[in-house]
């Protein structure tokens, strides 16, 4: 996606240009697509398609189709200057020179236009007349289509009768003349078809929108224009567009939009319908008072009067309404890019509104004494011109000037400043007309003139720009103190406390009640009122360049702020010093200055109780919210007053607060956490501190080892410092850690009681499995009367659903149809084979004559054959079988249901009179011994098993049904006979013998034959008396043969059904979300309807068949991969197309189209496609069609089932059409899905396969509809002009889904454009994704809107849930109603490879349990990715669903959540309804989202809406806002700064020689505190606060043995060495956006990653992040190792340092450790000259950073280009610290003598100097003398090489050099250099000025190689070890793959034979 975030600057791929032309050159008569016309041609599409059309039937008609169609393109473009047309034409005159004479050949008339017109007869005839009366959609359809073509032959006839100069005959006129007047209505339709012809279809058949629409059309007493021709059914839409001039399908999208929004309202309002279309009032009152809620805030905000007036006569009210609604909308569907700022919005609503109300009252203009006209309007796309684009301009052009968000934020305005303008009364000035000179529409355009000679000079003072308002954002790490200062201030404050309490007294906390202690402890108010004071000038400096718009009261109070604490800063200390008799030093100065005349400690007290008034007020405030709410959001004067000084007035942010019951909640959570850390810090940290550290104080050392600059200084202060520095920060950060802990535990308690994870197993939902029917029907099923619920606590832990009876057999057909429809979409996705769905699924056709319920085999599977055997041993004990039977409710219902089938078919297939009495007589007899309970003693059960054999090969017969098996049939029913008669009932023979006796004897003819064997033969052997073969057999038949066969064969238990993972898991996720709390589901009719839109730029739509096939470098192909992860999905599709293997499938791919897509598509269902996404989505509109049915299924229909009507959808003449058009009539009236394909008219044009894929998308779903951002150049007709403007339109598509008449004809599939409406310029000017779905959100309908993203998946069996879902928005939760409902993901990528895992197993912990927890109790939930669904009448009014501004909204999605929140919106989170996502698998996409991530984060720390929230939210609704967005950032820096401080510490101690002289020291020796501390950093670094939530949250929903056997796994498989990894990667980009910027978005794409990333590739992305970094610790570590060695105990050493060991190796060496192959030799050998050709390539302009290191190097420190001096100042004195190493370890070489004087330091400089001299002679003297001087050139190279081994020698000897030192001297001047190197880099400018820019260079080069050989040489020396190959093999892939791949490496060879035969 990576351009459709970087805005406008890069516009498309390069390579378009390229394409478009091939396309057009090279495309054969074939494939000469209709779509593939240039922009700027587009009007000639519609004729070349017709030609392909009608080509089959008329080839010379197409041929003169095309020829009208060149010359259009010549009279549309002549000079050919637009993009590919010379091309395009060149290519179809070409073609049409092939085609002239071949279609000549074939004409049947003598003239072209004698053909043409036999030829359009022809067409009128069949298409048009025979479609005429069309009822339904399909219909409507093709004549749409038939018409527009009827339309295009007759403009070609034209013309072609022109060049031939005949005339038209006058029938065709006529004809035309019809056509031309139809065409005009049938346009093609969105939703609603509203012309008149429709008016019959399903969807137009409802009175509510019948009533909607109207009422729109009452336009009683609208003053028209004059010179308006009215249309017919004009409503009063039609005349806002006269009068305001909006564009005409602006009107129409909006027309739709508004009555679909009624239409449902009113249907929800009132359930039972009523017959006479009336619009009611209530349903009107209900959406106006959403859409205008904001606006009216807006006005009681500014003080104004509201612009909606109604008029007093009733009647005249609801047309008013529907204006001012339209009005609204109008304006908001043509806003564009205005769209992002809500009251911009406003303000012109304000004035339009205005002016409504002056036309339809009357008014005169007192100018010019005629009636009122609007300021803009009149002409067509007045609105547009005149209102939006001079405000799109503002935007774009602060755009340009921001150099694509490069820029400081300071220097322009974004799309927030811009809207800020209108939260002030200024905003008025703009006027209406808006006035053309306001300082509004001032551009910065004088200050590019100075901007030429410096970054910052400031613009002079005639500039009239208006400048940021409200807020600066600034890069400074003081916006995190800033925005969340109360929480800094009070961890500082107790700190200070617990640092004097464990000071003084015996530090115990008691102690503070000692006079002494807690007098010292009242300081705290002096650093309280210091930290006030800083605040405050912070304040003004962040805001200083916002002064410009800022009123005059927020001056003030800036101004006010800054005194009143100054003021604080001087009375406290003065006062407080007059509290002590004896003063401390401090106090004793200050006294000494005033006096020191008495003491006066009661001041003190006094000034502290009025310094503390404000706070005493805000708790009181804070303990009753609902005072607060009111006082924050009222427009009183007196209040405001009150207000002013708390916090200044703002639009946004006020009356955030929660219930008071929230309060409680929350604030008992951070009461709790806080008293934990406190007691924590001071028993663990601190207190144990104090006394080591006084002992150090005491101490005097006088011996250094190195030239001390402060040997006076006291107390060692330094050492305190080193030591309390990384104590310190872990106090700051510990929070964190807690925070996860108690997260986790909370979390988990919240968790069970919303009954999760209760059915998690298959045997869990089997125990569960009778009560699943009642739960179905309660929860999915609307109920028909209300009944008393239970409420409280015992409901909740007591929820169960009776078990449904049979006898109501509705509800149980309700459950078979839902649970049907999921098992069979588990099938169509591959998850379960045949049997398993056999298995799984209930009858469809409920059997009406068995009273009982059928469950699904799988639970009955292997009962029938035990209980058999139950039965044959029972040796007649009655009870006894009988309670072994119904102990196990399923074995009963199996026998049961067994028995009654078997009776059923029988008595069905017997059909002779005789047969029938013996066998009703049979059957008699058995029932009456049931009854009586002595069936087994009166029956011998032995001969059972015989029995059963026989009836199972009934079964077999009618399973087949062939008449060849007749006589079998009649031998086996009489074999059947014999067995109950002779074996069975053995002692009843003689009644048996007599019935059968009396049959015979009553039929007469046979009556004297003796009764023997011959005669009960022929029982049943006459013609009729069974019957079989059946005739007729019905769906149901085979389904009860089917089900019965399954019951009495499954021998195996059926436990482990469905075998596959991913199906269990959606299982049981599924029958246990129906257990949890959710609103009872309205019926589809009633329910909120909702849309979803997905933003989609490049991605992968369909996985293409070669690049399935194609092996990478491992001879690995995608397709080879999936069925490796996927093996029995795999062979589940096998099974689905009837291949038994793969040889199969290959032979057929080679005929068969069809089978290629299947494959195609069930590849692309696990990858990460758009596909996938769509299926998902519109599982939605499968279900609430099913839905639909069930609530509107009449019984006979509702028993005959869903299915029956699906089959007969097709058969128009079926009554279930109806039924099954009313269904989706339904459907379309409550869901939309529009997915926003940015480029997809580009990418049409260029014939784009992807363009190929949506449209074939289209065509699979008839209801999606595809939004796309449109350029066409428009042809200049000013030859001069050799640019041609470009035009953009927002374009709203559906495929053209004409079916045609004769199936003979191969159908076009052709998308058709229904909405274009003309934007004001290029849409996307800021954050692409937000900006892409702003452009389509007006197509979007309904009242909820789910943003999808392009990564989701989704489920039939969830989908069921959204009606139920929705229904949240109609609750209220705590005080207001939900505006965000948020939504569990599962991340589906789990499975690719152990990072994926890692990655899944974190996500899926933030997803469910760390949301869980901030909705509630928190509170403070954003919106965090995608499956949120947002109340949309709500945002649409408040600035969209996510924020666009370049660079600062980077994370565009959060802003949602921030903007709702502080908008009073609120956020929810739900747990019964899930939506799949997909992540990144590999380590360098991982690491590229999460820098992604920590970038995004680094913006919001300087953003407006954290701030304010920080400011507004109470003291612990801002903690928890603070540690769960950038405070979890913050904190992960700390840690890694904790390392570093620490380090430099002890480098410090180590390198003067401190630590050796207090090496006696506790402190120092084995430092407790330092050890917890330390402790606390690797528990962040080592990903401890993911481990926590995540083990919970697996524990709960897997339970806690899978928990812990999956972390042990984790751990097995390095999960900390990736956490550590990652933790470098946030702390780097979030600590460099803030410092220096920088931040971007990253494409991460989203394939398999089974690729081996380049050695090279690694070090680009990780050089800066962590090897530098890594490379760094070594160092220290190193040097720590050497110099302190000889007085520590070991063990501290060892518990200190490990965990750094362990960072410093991860940051080094995990990028190759999670590298596919990244220790196979080959591999290593390539990477290797890969390397070596990378870095020393020459960089240039043009040279990618891939492609040489130089390019790298430049781009690797562009961020400090634009950084600012404050950014260039940190980084210069950040990279001081390098200057160290030198200074401390020259003094330690054997060489220095043990000398201090600082000469050593100024000689090692002296050698820097030297050696950089020396390489800068040799590089220059290699440039001027290589040439002509060589010899002499090499002659000096030898010299100097001489001298340096001789100094070398000479030092050895002479001063005794040891190796040791050699190697110190490296560890000193490598950093030295490194620092100088940063240093140059960060002086970049002034280093060019002095031309020693290549030498830094030359430097760096060297730097770098080195660094690479550091990396390379460990890895490259574990290659040579085969097996460590293997390790990693098996520790990145599952089992399964690893296998995998080996195999394929030995079948590598033979795969390509095989492949290349396939070939031939």
Request: proline share 4%; hydrophobic share 40%.
């Amino acid at each position: 996606m990576s351009s459709s975030r970087a805005g406008p600057d890069q516009g498309p791929p390069p390579q378009r240009r390229i394409q478009r032309t091939q396309t057009a050159g090279n495309l054969g008569e074939a494939a000469f697509d209709s779509e593939v016309v240039p922009s700027s041609l587009v009007e000639i599409a519609p004729i070349l398609r017709v030609a392909n059309e009608v080509e089959s039937h008329n080839p010379r008609v197409a041929y003169l189709c095309r020829f009208y169609a060149f010359e259009k393109a010549h009279r549309l473009d002549p000079t050919s200057s637009g993009r590919g047309v010379r091309q395009f034409k060149t290519a179809l005159l070409q073609r049409l020179e092939r085609e002239n004479d071949p279609t000549l050949m074939g004409r049947v008339k003598k003239s072209d236009a004698r053909e043409m017109q036999s030829f359009y007869q022809h067409y009128y005839k069949k298409y048009i007349q025979a479609l005429q009366n069309a009822a339904d959609k399909a219909d409507r359809a093709q004549l749409t289509k038939a018409y527009q073509t009827a339309n295009v032959l007759f403009e070609v006839l034209k013309a072609v009768n022109m060049t031939q100069s005949m005339e038209v005959d006058r029938e065709i006129l006529e004809a035309h003349g019809k056509v031309a007047e139809k065409t005009e209505l049938l346009v093609p339709y969105n939703i609603l078809p509203l012309d008149p012809d429709s008016a019959k279809q399903a969807i137009m058949t409802y009175p509510e929108i019948q009533a909607a629409v109207f009422a729109l059309r009452n336009t009683r007493g609208l003053p028209w224009p004059k010179e308006y021709k009215k249309k017919k059914d004009e409503d009063v839409l039609d005349w806002l567009q006269s009068m305001f001039g909006f564009q005409k399908d602006n009107v129409a999208n909006q027309r739709e939009h508004l009555i679909l929004l009624l239409a449902n309202v009113h249907i929800r309002q009132f359930p039972k319908p009523d017959q006479q279309p009336k619009l009611d009032d209530r349903a009107l009152t209900e959406v106006m008072k959403k859409l205008f809620k904001n606006y009216k805030k807006w006005c009681k905000f500014l003080g104004r009067k509201s612009s909606l007036w109604l008029p007093t006569i009733q009647q005249e009210v609801q047309q008013r309404k529907l204006l001012y609604m339209g009005l609204y909308l109008l304006i908001w569907g043509e806003a564009a890019n205005l769209r992002f700022m809500p009251e911009c919005l406003c303000y012109i609503y304000h004035h339009m509104a205005f002016e409504l109300y002056g036309m339809l009252a009357g008014n005169v203009s007192p100018m010019t004494g005629e009636n009122v006209k609007p300021a803009y309007g009149g002409e067509d796309e007045a609105f547009l011109k005149k209102v939006v684009t001079p405000i799109y301009n503002v935007i774009a052009r602060e755009a340009d000037w921001s150099k694509r968000g490069k820029s400081k934020h300071s220097q322009w305005r974004n799309y927030d400043d811009i809207n800020e303008y209108f939260w002030s009364v200024d905003c008025f000035r703009l006027g209406w007309p808006m006035r053309a000179d306001a300082d509004f529409f001032y551009l910065p355009s004088e200050r590019l003139s100075f901007d030429k000679n410096s970054e910052d000079s400031k613009p002079a003072s005639g500039d009239r720009w208006v400048g940021k308002v409200n807020f600066v954002e600034i890069r400074s790490f003081w916006h995190i103190f800033r925005s969340f200062d109360r929480m800094w201030s009070f961890f500082i404050l107790c700190l200070q406390v617990m640092i004097i309490v464990a000071w003084n007294g015996s530090g115990q906390p008691t102690s503070i009640f000692s006079a002494d202690v807690f007098k010292k402890a009242l300081s705290v108010f002096i650093t309280a009122a210091i930290l006030k004071l800083g605040q405050a000038v912070l304040d003004v400096i962040l805001s200083w360049k916002s002064r410009r718009s800022m009123s005059f009261h927020v001056k003030l109070r800036y101004i006010a702020k800054v005194i009143s604490a100054a003021a604080w800063v001087i009375i406290l200390p003065v006062t407080y010093a007059y509290t002590w008799e004896n003063p401390p030093g401090f106090a004793q100065t200050i006294k000494g200055w005033f006096g020191s005349n008495k003491n006066a400690p009661s001041l003190f007290i006094l000034a502290v109780v009025i310094y503390l008034s404000p706070n005493m007020l805000a708790g009181v405030l804070f303990l009753f919210p609902f005072i607060r709410r009111f006082l924050e959001r009222s427009n009183y004067r007196i209040v405001m007053l009150m207000m002013w000084w708390s916090q200044p007035r703002l639009y946004v942010g006020r009356g955030m607060h929660e219930s008071t019951f929230s309060l409680f909640k929350y604030t008992m959570f951070w009461v709790l956490l806080i008293v934990t850390k406190l007691a924590f810090s001071y028993y663990i940290e601190i207190k144990p501190l104090v006394g080591p550290t006084k002992a150090i104080m005491n101490v005097r050392i006088t011996n250094f080892q190195w030239h001390e600059f402060f040997p006076r200084a006291k107390n060692n202060i330094g050492v305190v410092i080193a030591l309390w520095a990384p104590i310190i920060l872990v106090y700051f950060m510990d929070t964190q850690i807690w925070y996860a802990i108690y997260s986790t535990i909370f979390g988990g308690i919240y968790g069970a009681f919303r009954r999760l994870g209760e059915i998690r197993t298959l045997g869990m939902l089997r125990s569960r499995f009778e009560s699943l029917p009642g739960a179905f029907n309660a929860r999915l099923i609307p109920v028909d009367k209300s009944e008393p619920k239970k409420k409280g606590l015992k409901a909740t832990l007591s929820r169960t659903f009776g078990h449904v009876e049979g006898s109501k057999e509705k509800q149980a057909a309700r459950f078979a149809q839902l649970w049907n429809k999921i098992i069979s979409s588990f099938r169509e996705e591959d998850l379960i084979n045949n049997r398993e769905m056999d298995l799984l699924l209930v009858p469809y056709w409920a059997d009406r004559d068995l009273d009982l319920i059928q469950w699904p085999p799988f639970l009955l599977a292997s009962k029938i054959p035990i209980a058999l055997d139950m039965a044959k041993d029972s040796n007649g004990k009655d009870k006894e079988l009988t309670k072994r039977i119904l102990a196990d409710e399923y074995m009963h219902c199996a026998v049961r249901e067994c028995y009654a089938s078997f009776k059923n078919i029988i008595k069905f297939l017997v059909q002779g009179s005789r047969e029938k009495e013996v066998i009703d007589y049979i059957f008699l007899e058995v029932e009456k011994h049931i009854g009586d309970g002595n069936l087994i003693r009166e029956f011998k059960m032995s001969a059972l098993p015989s029995l059963y054999d026989h009836f199972v090969s009934l079964i077999n017969f009618l399973l087949k049904n062939s008449q060849d098996d007749r006589d079998q049939v009649v031998i086996l029913f009489q074999d059947m006979l014999e067995v109950v008669t002779r074996d069975i009932m053995m002692e009843d023979q003689d009644q048996i013998t007599s019935l059968v006796d009396s049959v015979h004897g009553g039929s007469g003819h046979e009556g004297m034959m003796p009764l023997d064997q011959h005669q009960q033969h022929q029982l049943f052997a006459s013609a009729g008396a069974i019957n079989f073969p059946l005739t007729h057999v019905t769906e149901a038949w085979k389904e009860k043969i089917n089900r019965l066969y399954l019951l009495l064969t499954t021998k195996e238990s059926a436990m482990d059904v469905p075998s596959n993972l991913e199906a269990r898991r959606r299982i049981s996720f599924f029958s246990n979300s129906l257990f949890m709390d959710m609103p009872p589901a309205p019926k589809v009719r009633n329910m909120l309807s909702f849309s979803v839109l997905t933003p989609y730029y490049t991605e992968e739509v369909l996985f293409s068949i070669e690049g399935l096939e194609k092996p990478n470098e491992d001879g690995v192909s995608i397709l080879f991969y999936l069925q490796k992860i996927f093996p029995d999905e795999w062979n589940n599709f096998l099974q689905r197309v009837n291949c038994t293997n793969e040889d199969d499938l290959n032979n057929f791919l080679k005929g068969s189209d069809e089978l290629e897509e299947e494959l195609r598509l069930w590849a692309s269902y696990r990858g990460q496609t758009l596909t996938r996404t769509v299926r998902g989505m519109m599982y939605y509109r499968k279900a609430l069609e099913l839905q639909a049915f069930l609530d509107m299924a009449k019984d006979d229909d509702l028993m005959e089932g869903y299915k029956a009507i699906e089959l007969n959808s097709e058969d128009q003449s079926n009554q279930g059409r109806s039924l099954w058009a009313q269904c989706q009539a339904v459907a379309d009236m409550k869901f939309t899905y529009v997915v926003s394909c940015q480029l997809y008219g580009i990418q049409k044009r260029s014939g784009d396969h992807r363009a190929q894929d949506i449209l074939r998308l289209m065509t699979t779903y008839p209801s999606l509809r595809v939004a796309y951002i449109d350029e066409v150049e428009e042809p200049s007709k000013d030859r001069a002009q050799k640019i041609n403007q470009k035009a953009y339109y927002s374009t709203l598509v559906k495929a053209a889904m004409p079916k045609s008449i004769d199936s003979s004809e191969p159908v076009q599939n052709l998308d058709q454009v229904i909405y274009r409406i003309k934007l004001p310029g290029p849409a996307i000017l800021g954050e692409g994704k937000p900006e892409n779905q702003n452009h389509a959100i007006i197509f979007t309908r309904g009242e909820g809107l789910q943003t999808i993203d392009m990564n989701q998946d989704n489920y039939m069996e969830e989908a069921l849930k959204m009606r139920n879902l929705l229904q949240e928005f109609l609750k209220h939760d705590g005080v207001r109603h939900p505006t965000i409902l948020g939504l569990r993901e599962h991340i589906f990528t789990g499975s690719v490879s152990s990072l994926a895992w890692f990655m899944s197993n974190q996500e899926n912990s933030f997803v469910t349990i760390g949301q869980r927890l901030l909705a509630n109790p928190l509170r403070v939930r954003f919106h965090y990715g995608h499956p949120d669904v947002f109340d949309r009448l709500f945002h649409l009014s408040r600035g969209g669903v996510s924020k666009a501004s370049k660079v600062i909204n980077l994370s565009e999605d959060i802003f949602a959540g921030f903007n709702s929140t502080l908008r009073e919106g609120n956020v929810t989170h739900h747990e019964y309804i899930q939506v799949g996502k997909g992540r990144d698998v590999g380590l360098n996409q991982i690491s590229m989202f999460e820098a992604k991530i920590a970038n995004g984060n680094g913006e919001q720390t300087l953003s407006r809406d954290i701030y304010r929230l920080g400011h507004r939210f109470d003291f612990f609704r801002m903690l928890s806002c603070y540690f769960t967005t950038i405070g979890f950032y913050y904190s992960t820096l700390i840690t890694v700064l904790t390392v570093y401080v620490f380090l430099y510490g002890r480098l410090y101690l180590v390198l003067s020689g401190l630590e050796e002289g207090l090496s006696t020291q506790a402190a120092i020796r084995d430092n407790k505190p330092l050890q917890v501390a330390l402790a606390s950093q690797s528990f962040v670094q080592i990903g401890f606060l993911m481990a926590l939530p995540m083990l919970m949250e697996i524990g709960l929903e897997k339970g806690f043995r899978t928990a812990l056997s999956e972390f042990v796994l984790m751990q097995l498989q390095l999960a900390p060495v990736f956490f550590t990894f990652s933790l470098g990667t946030k702390t780097h980009y979030y600590g460099r956006t803030l410092l220096h910027g920088g931040a971007k978005y990253r494409s991460t794409g989203r394939g398999f990653v089974v690729f081996h990333a380049k050695f090279a590739d690694n070090y680009r992305l990780y050089s800066r992040s962590h090897f530098v970094k890594g490379i760094e610790l070594l160092i220290l570590l190193v040097v720590y190792q050497i110099f302190g060695h000889t007085y520590r105990s070991a063990v501290a050493y060892i518990l200190i340092t490990v965990s750094m060991w362990f960072m410093v190796v991860t940051w080094l060496f995990a990028p190759f450790l999670f590298n596919p192959s990244g220790f196979e030799w080959q591999k290593i050998v390539d990477d290797w000259t890969d390397w070596n050709k990378w870095i020393s390539n020459r960089g240039g302009i043009g040279v990618p950073p891939e492609k040489s290191w130089e390019s790298w190097w430049e781009e690797e420190q562009e961020h400090l280009r634009y950084s600012g001096k404050r950014g260039i100042v940190a980084e210069i004195l950040l990279s001081v610290r390098f200057f160290i190493y030198q200074y401390g370890l020259v003094y330690h070489l054997n060489i220095a003598k043990k000398t201090k004087s600082v000469l050593v330091y100024g000689i090692s400089w002296l050698v820097i100097v030297l050696i950089l001299f020396v390489m800068k002679t040799v590089s220059v003297g290699r440039r001027k003398f290589s040439a002509e001087y060589q010899l002499v050139f090499r002659l000096i190279k030898g010299l100097i090489f001489i001298t340096f081994v001789s100094i070398l020698v000479t030092l050895i000897v002479l001063p005794h050099m040891t190796l040791q030192d050699i190697i110190v001297c490296i560890l000193a001047f490598m950093p030295t250099g490194w620092g100088m190197l940063m240093i140059a880099q960060a002086c970049k400018p002034i280093v060019h000025k002095a031309g020693l820019w290549p030498s830094v260079r030359t430097l760096a080069r060297g730097f770098e190689i080195v660094m690479g050989l550091l990396l390379f040489t460990p890895v490259a020396f574990l290659a040579w070890f085969p097996f460590v190959s293997e390790f990693q093999t098996r520790m990145l892939f599952n089992q399964a793959f690893s296998r995998g791949l080996q195999i394929s490496r030995i079948l590598g060879g033979q795969r390509k034979d095989r492949s290349s035969r396939n070939k031939e």
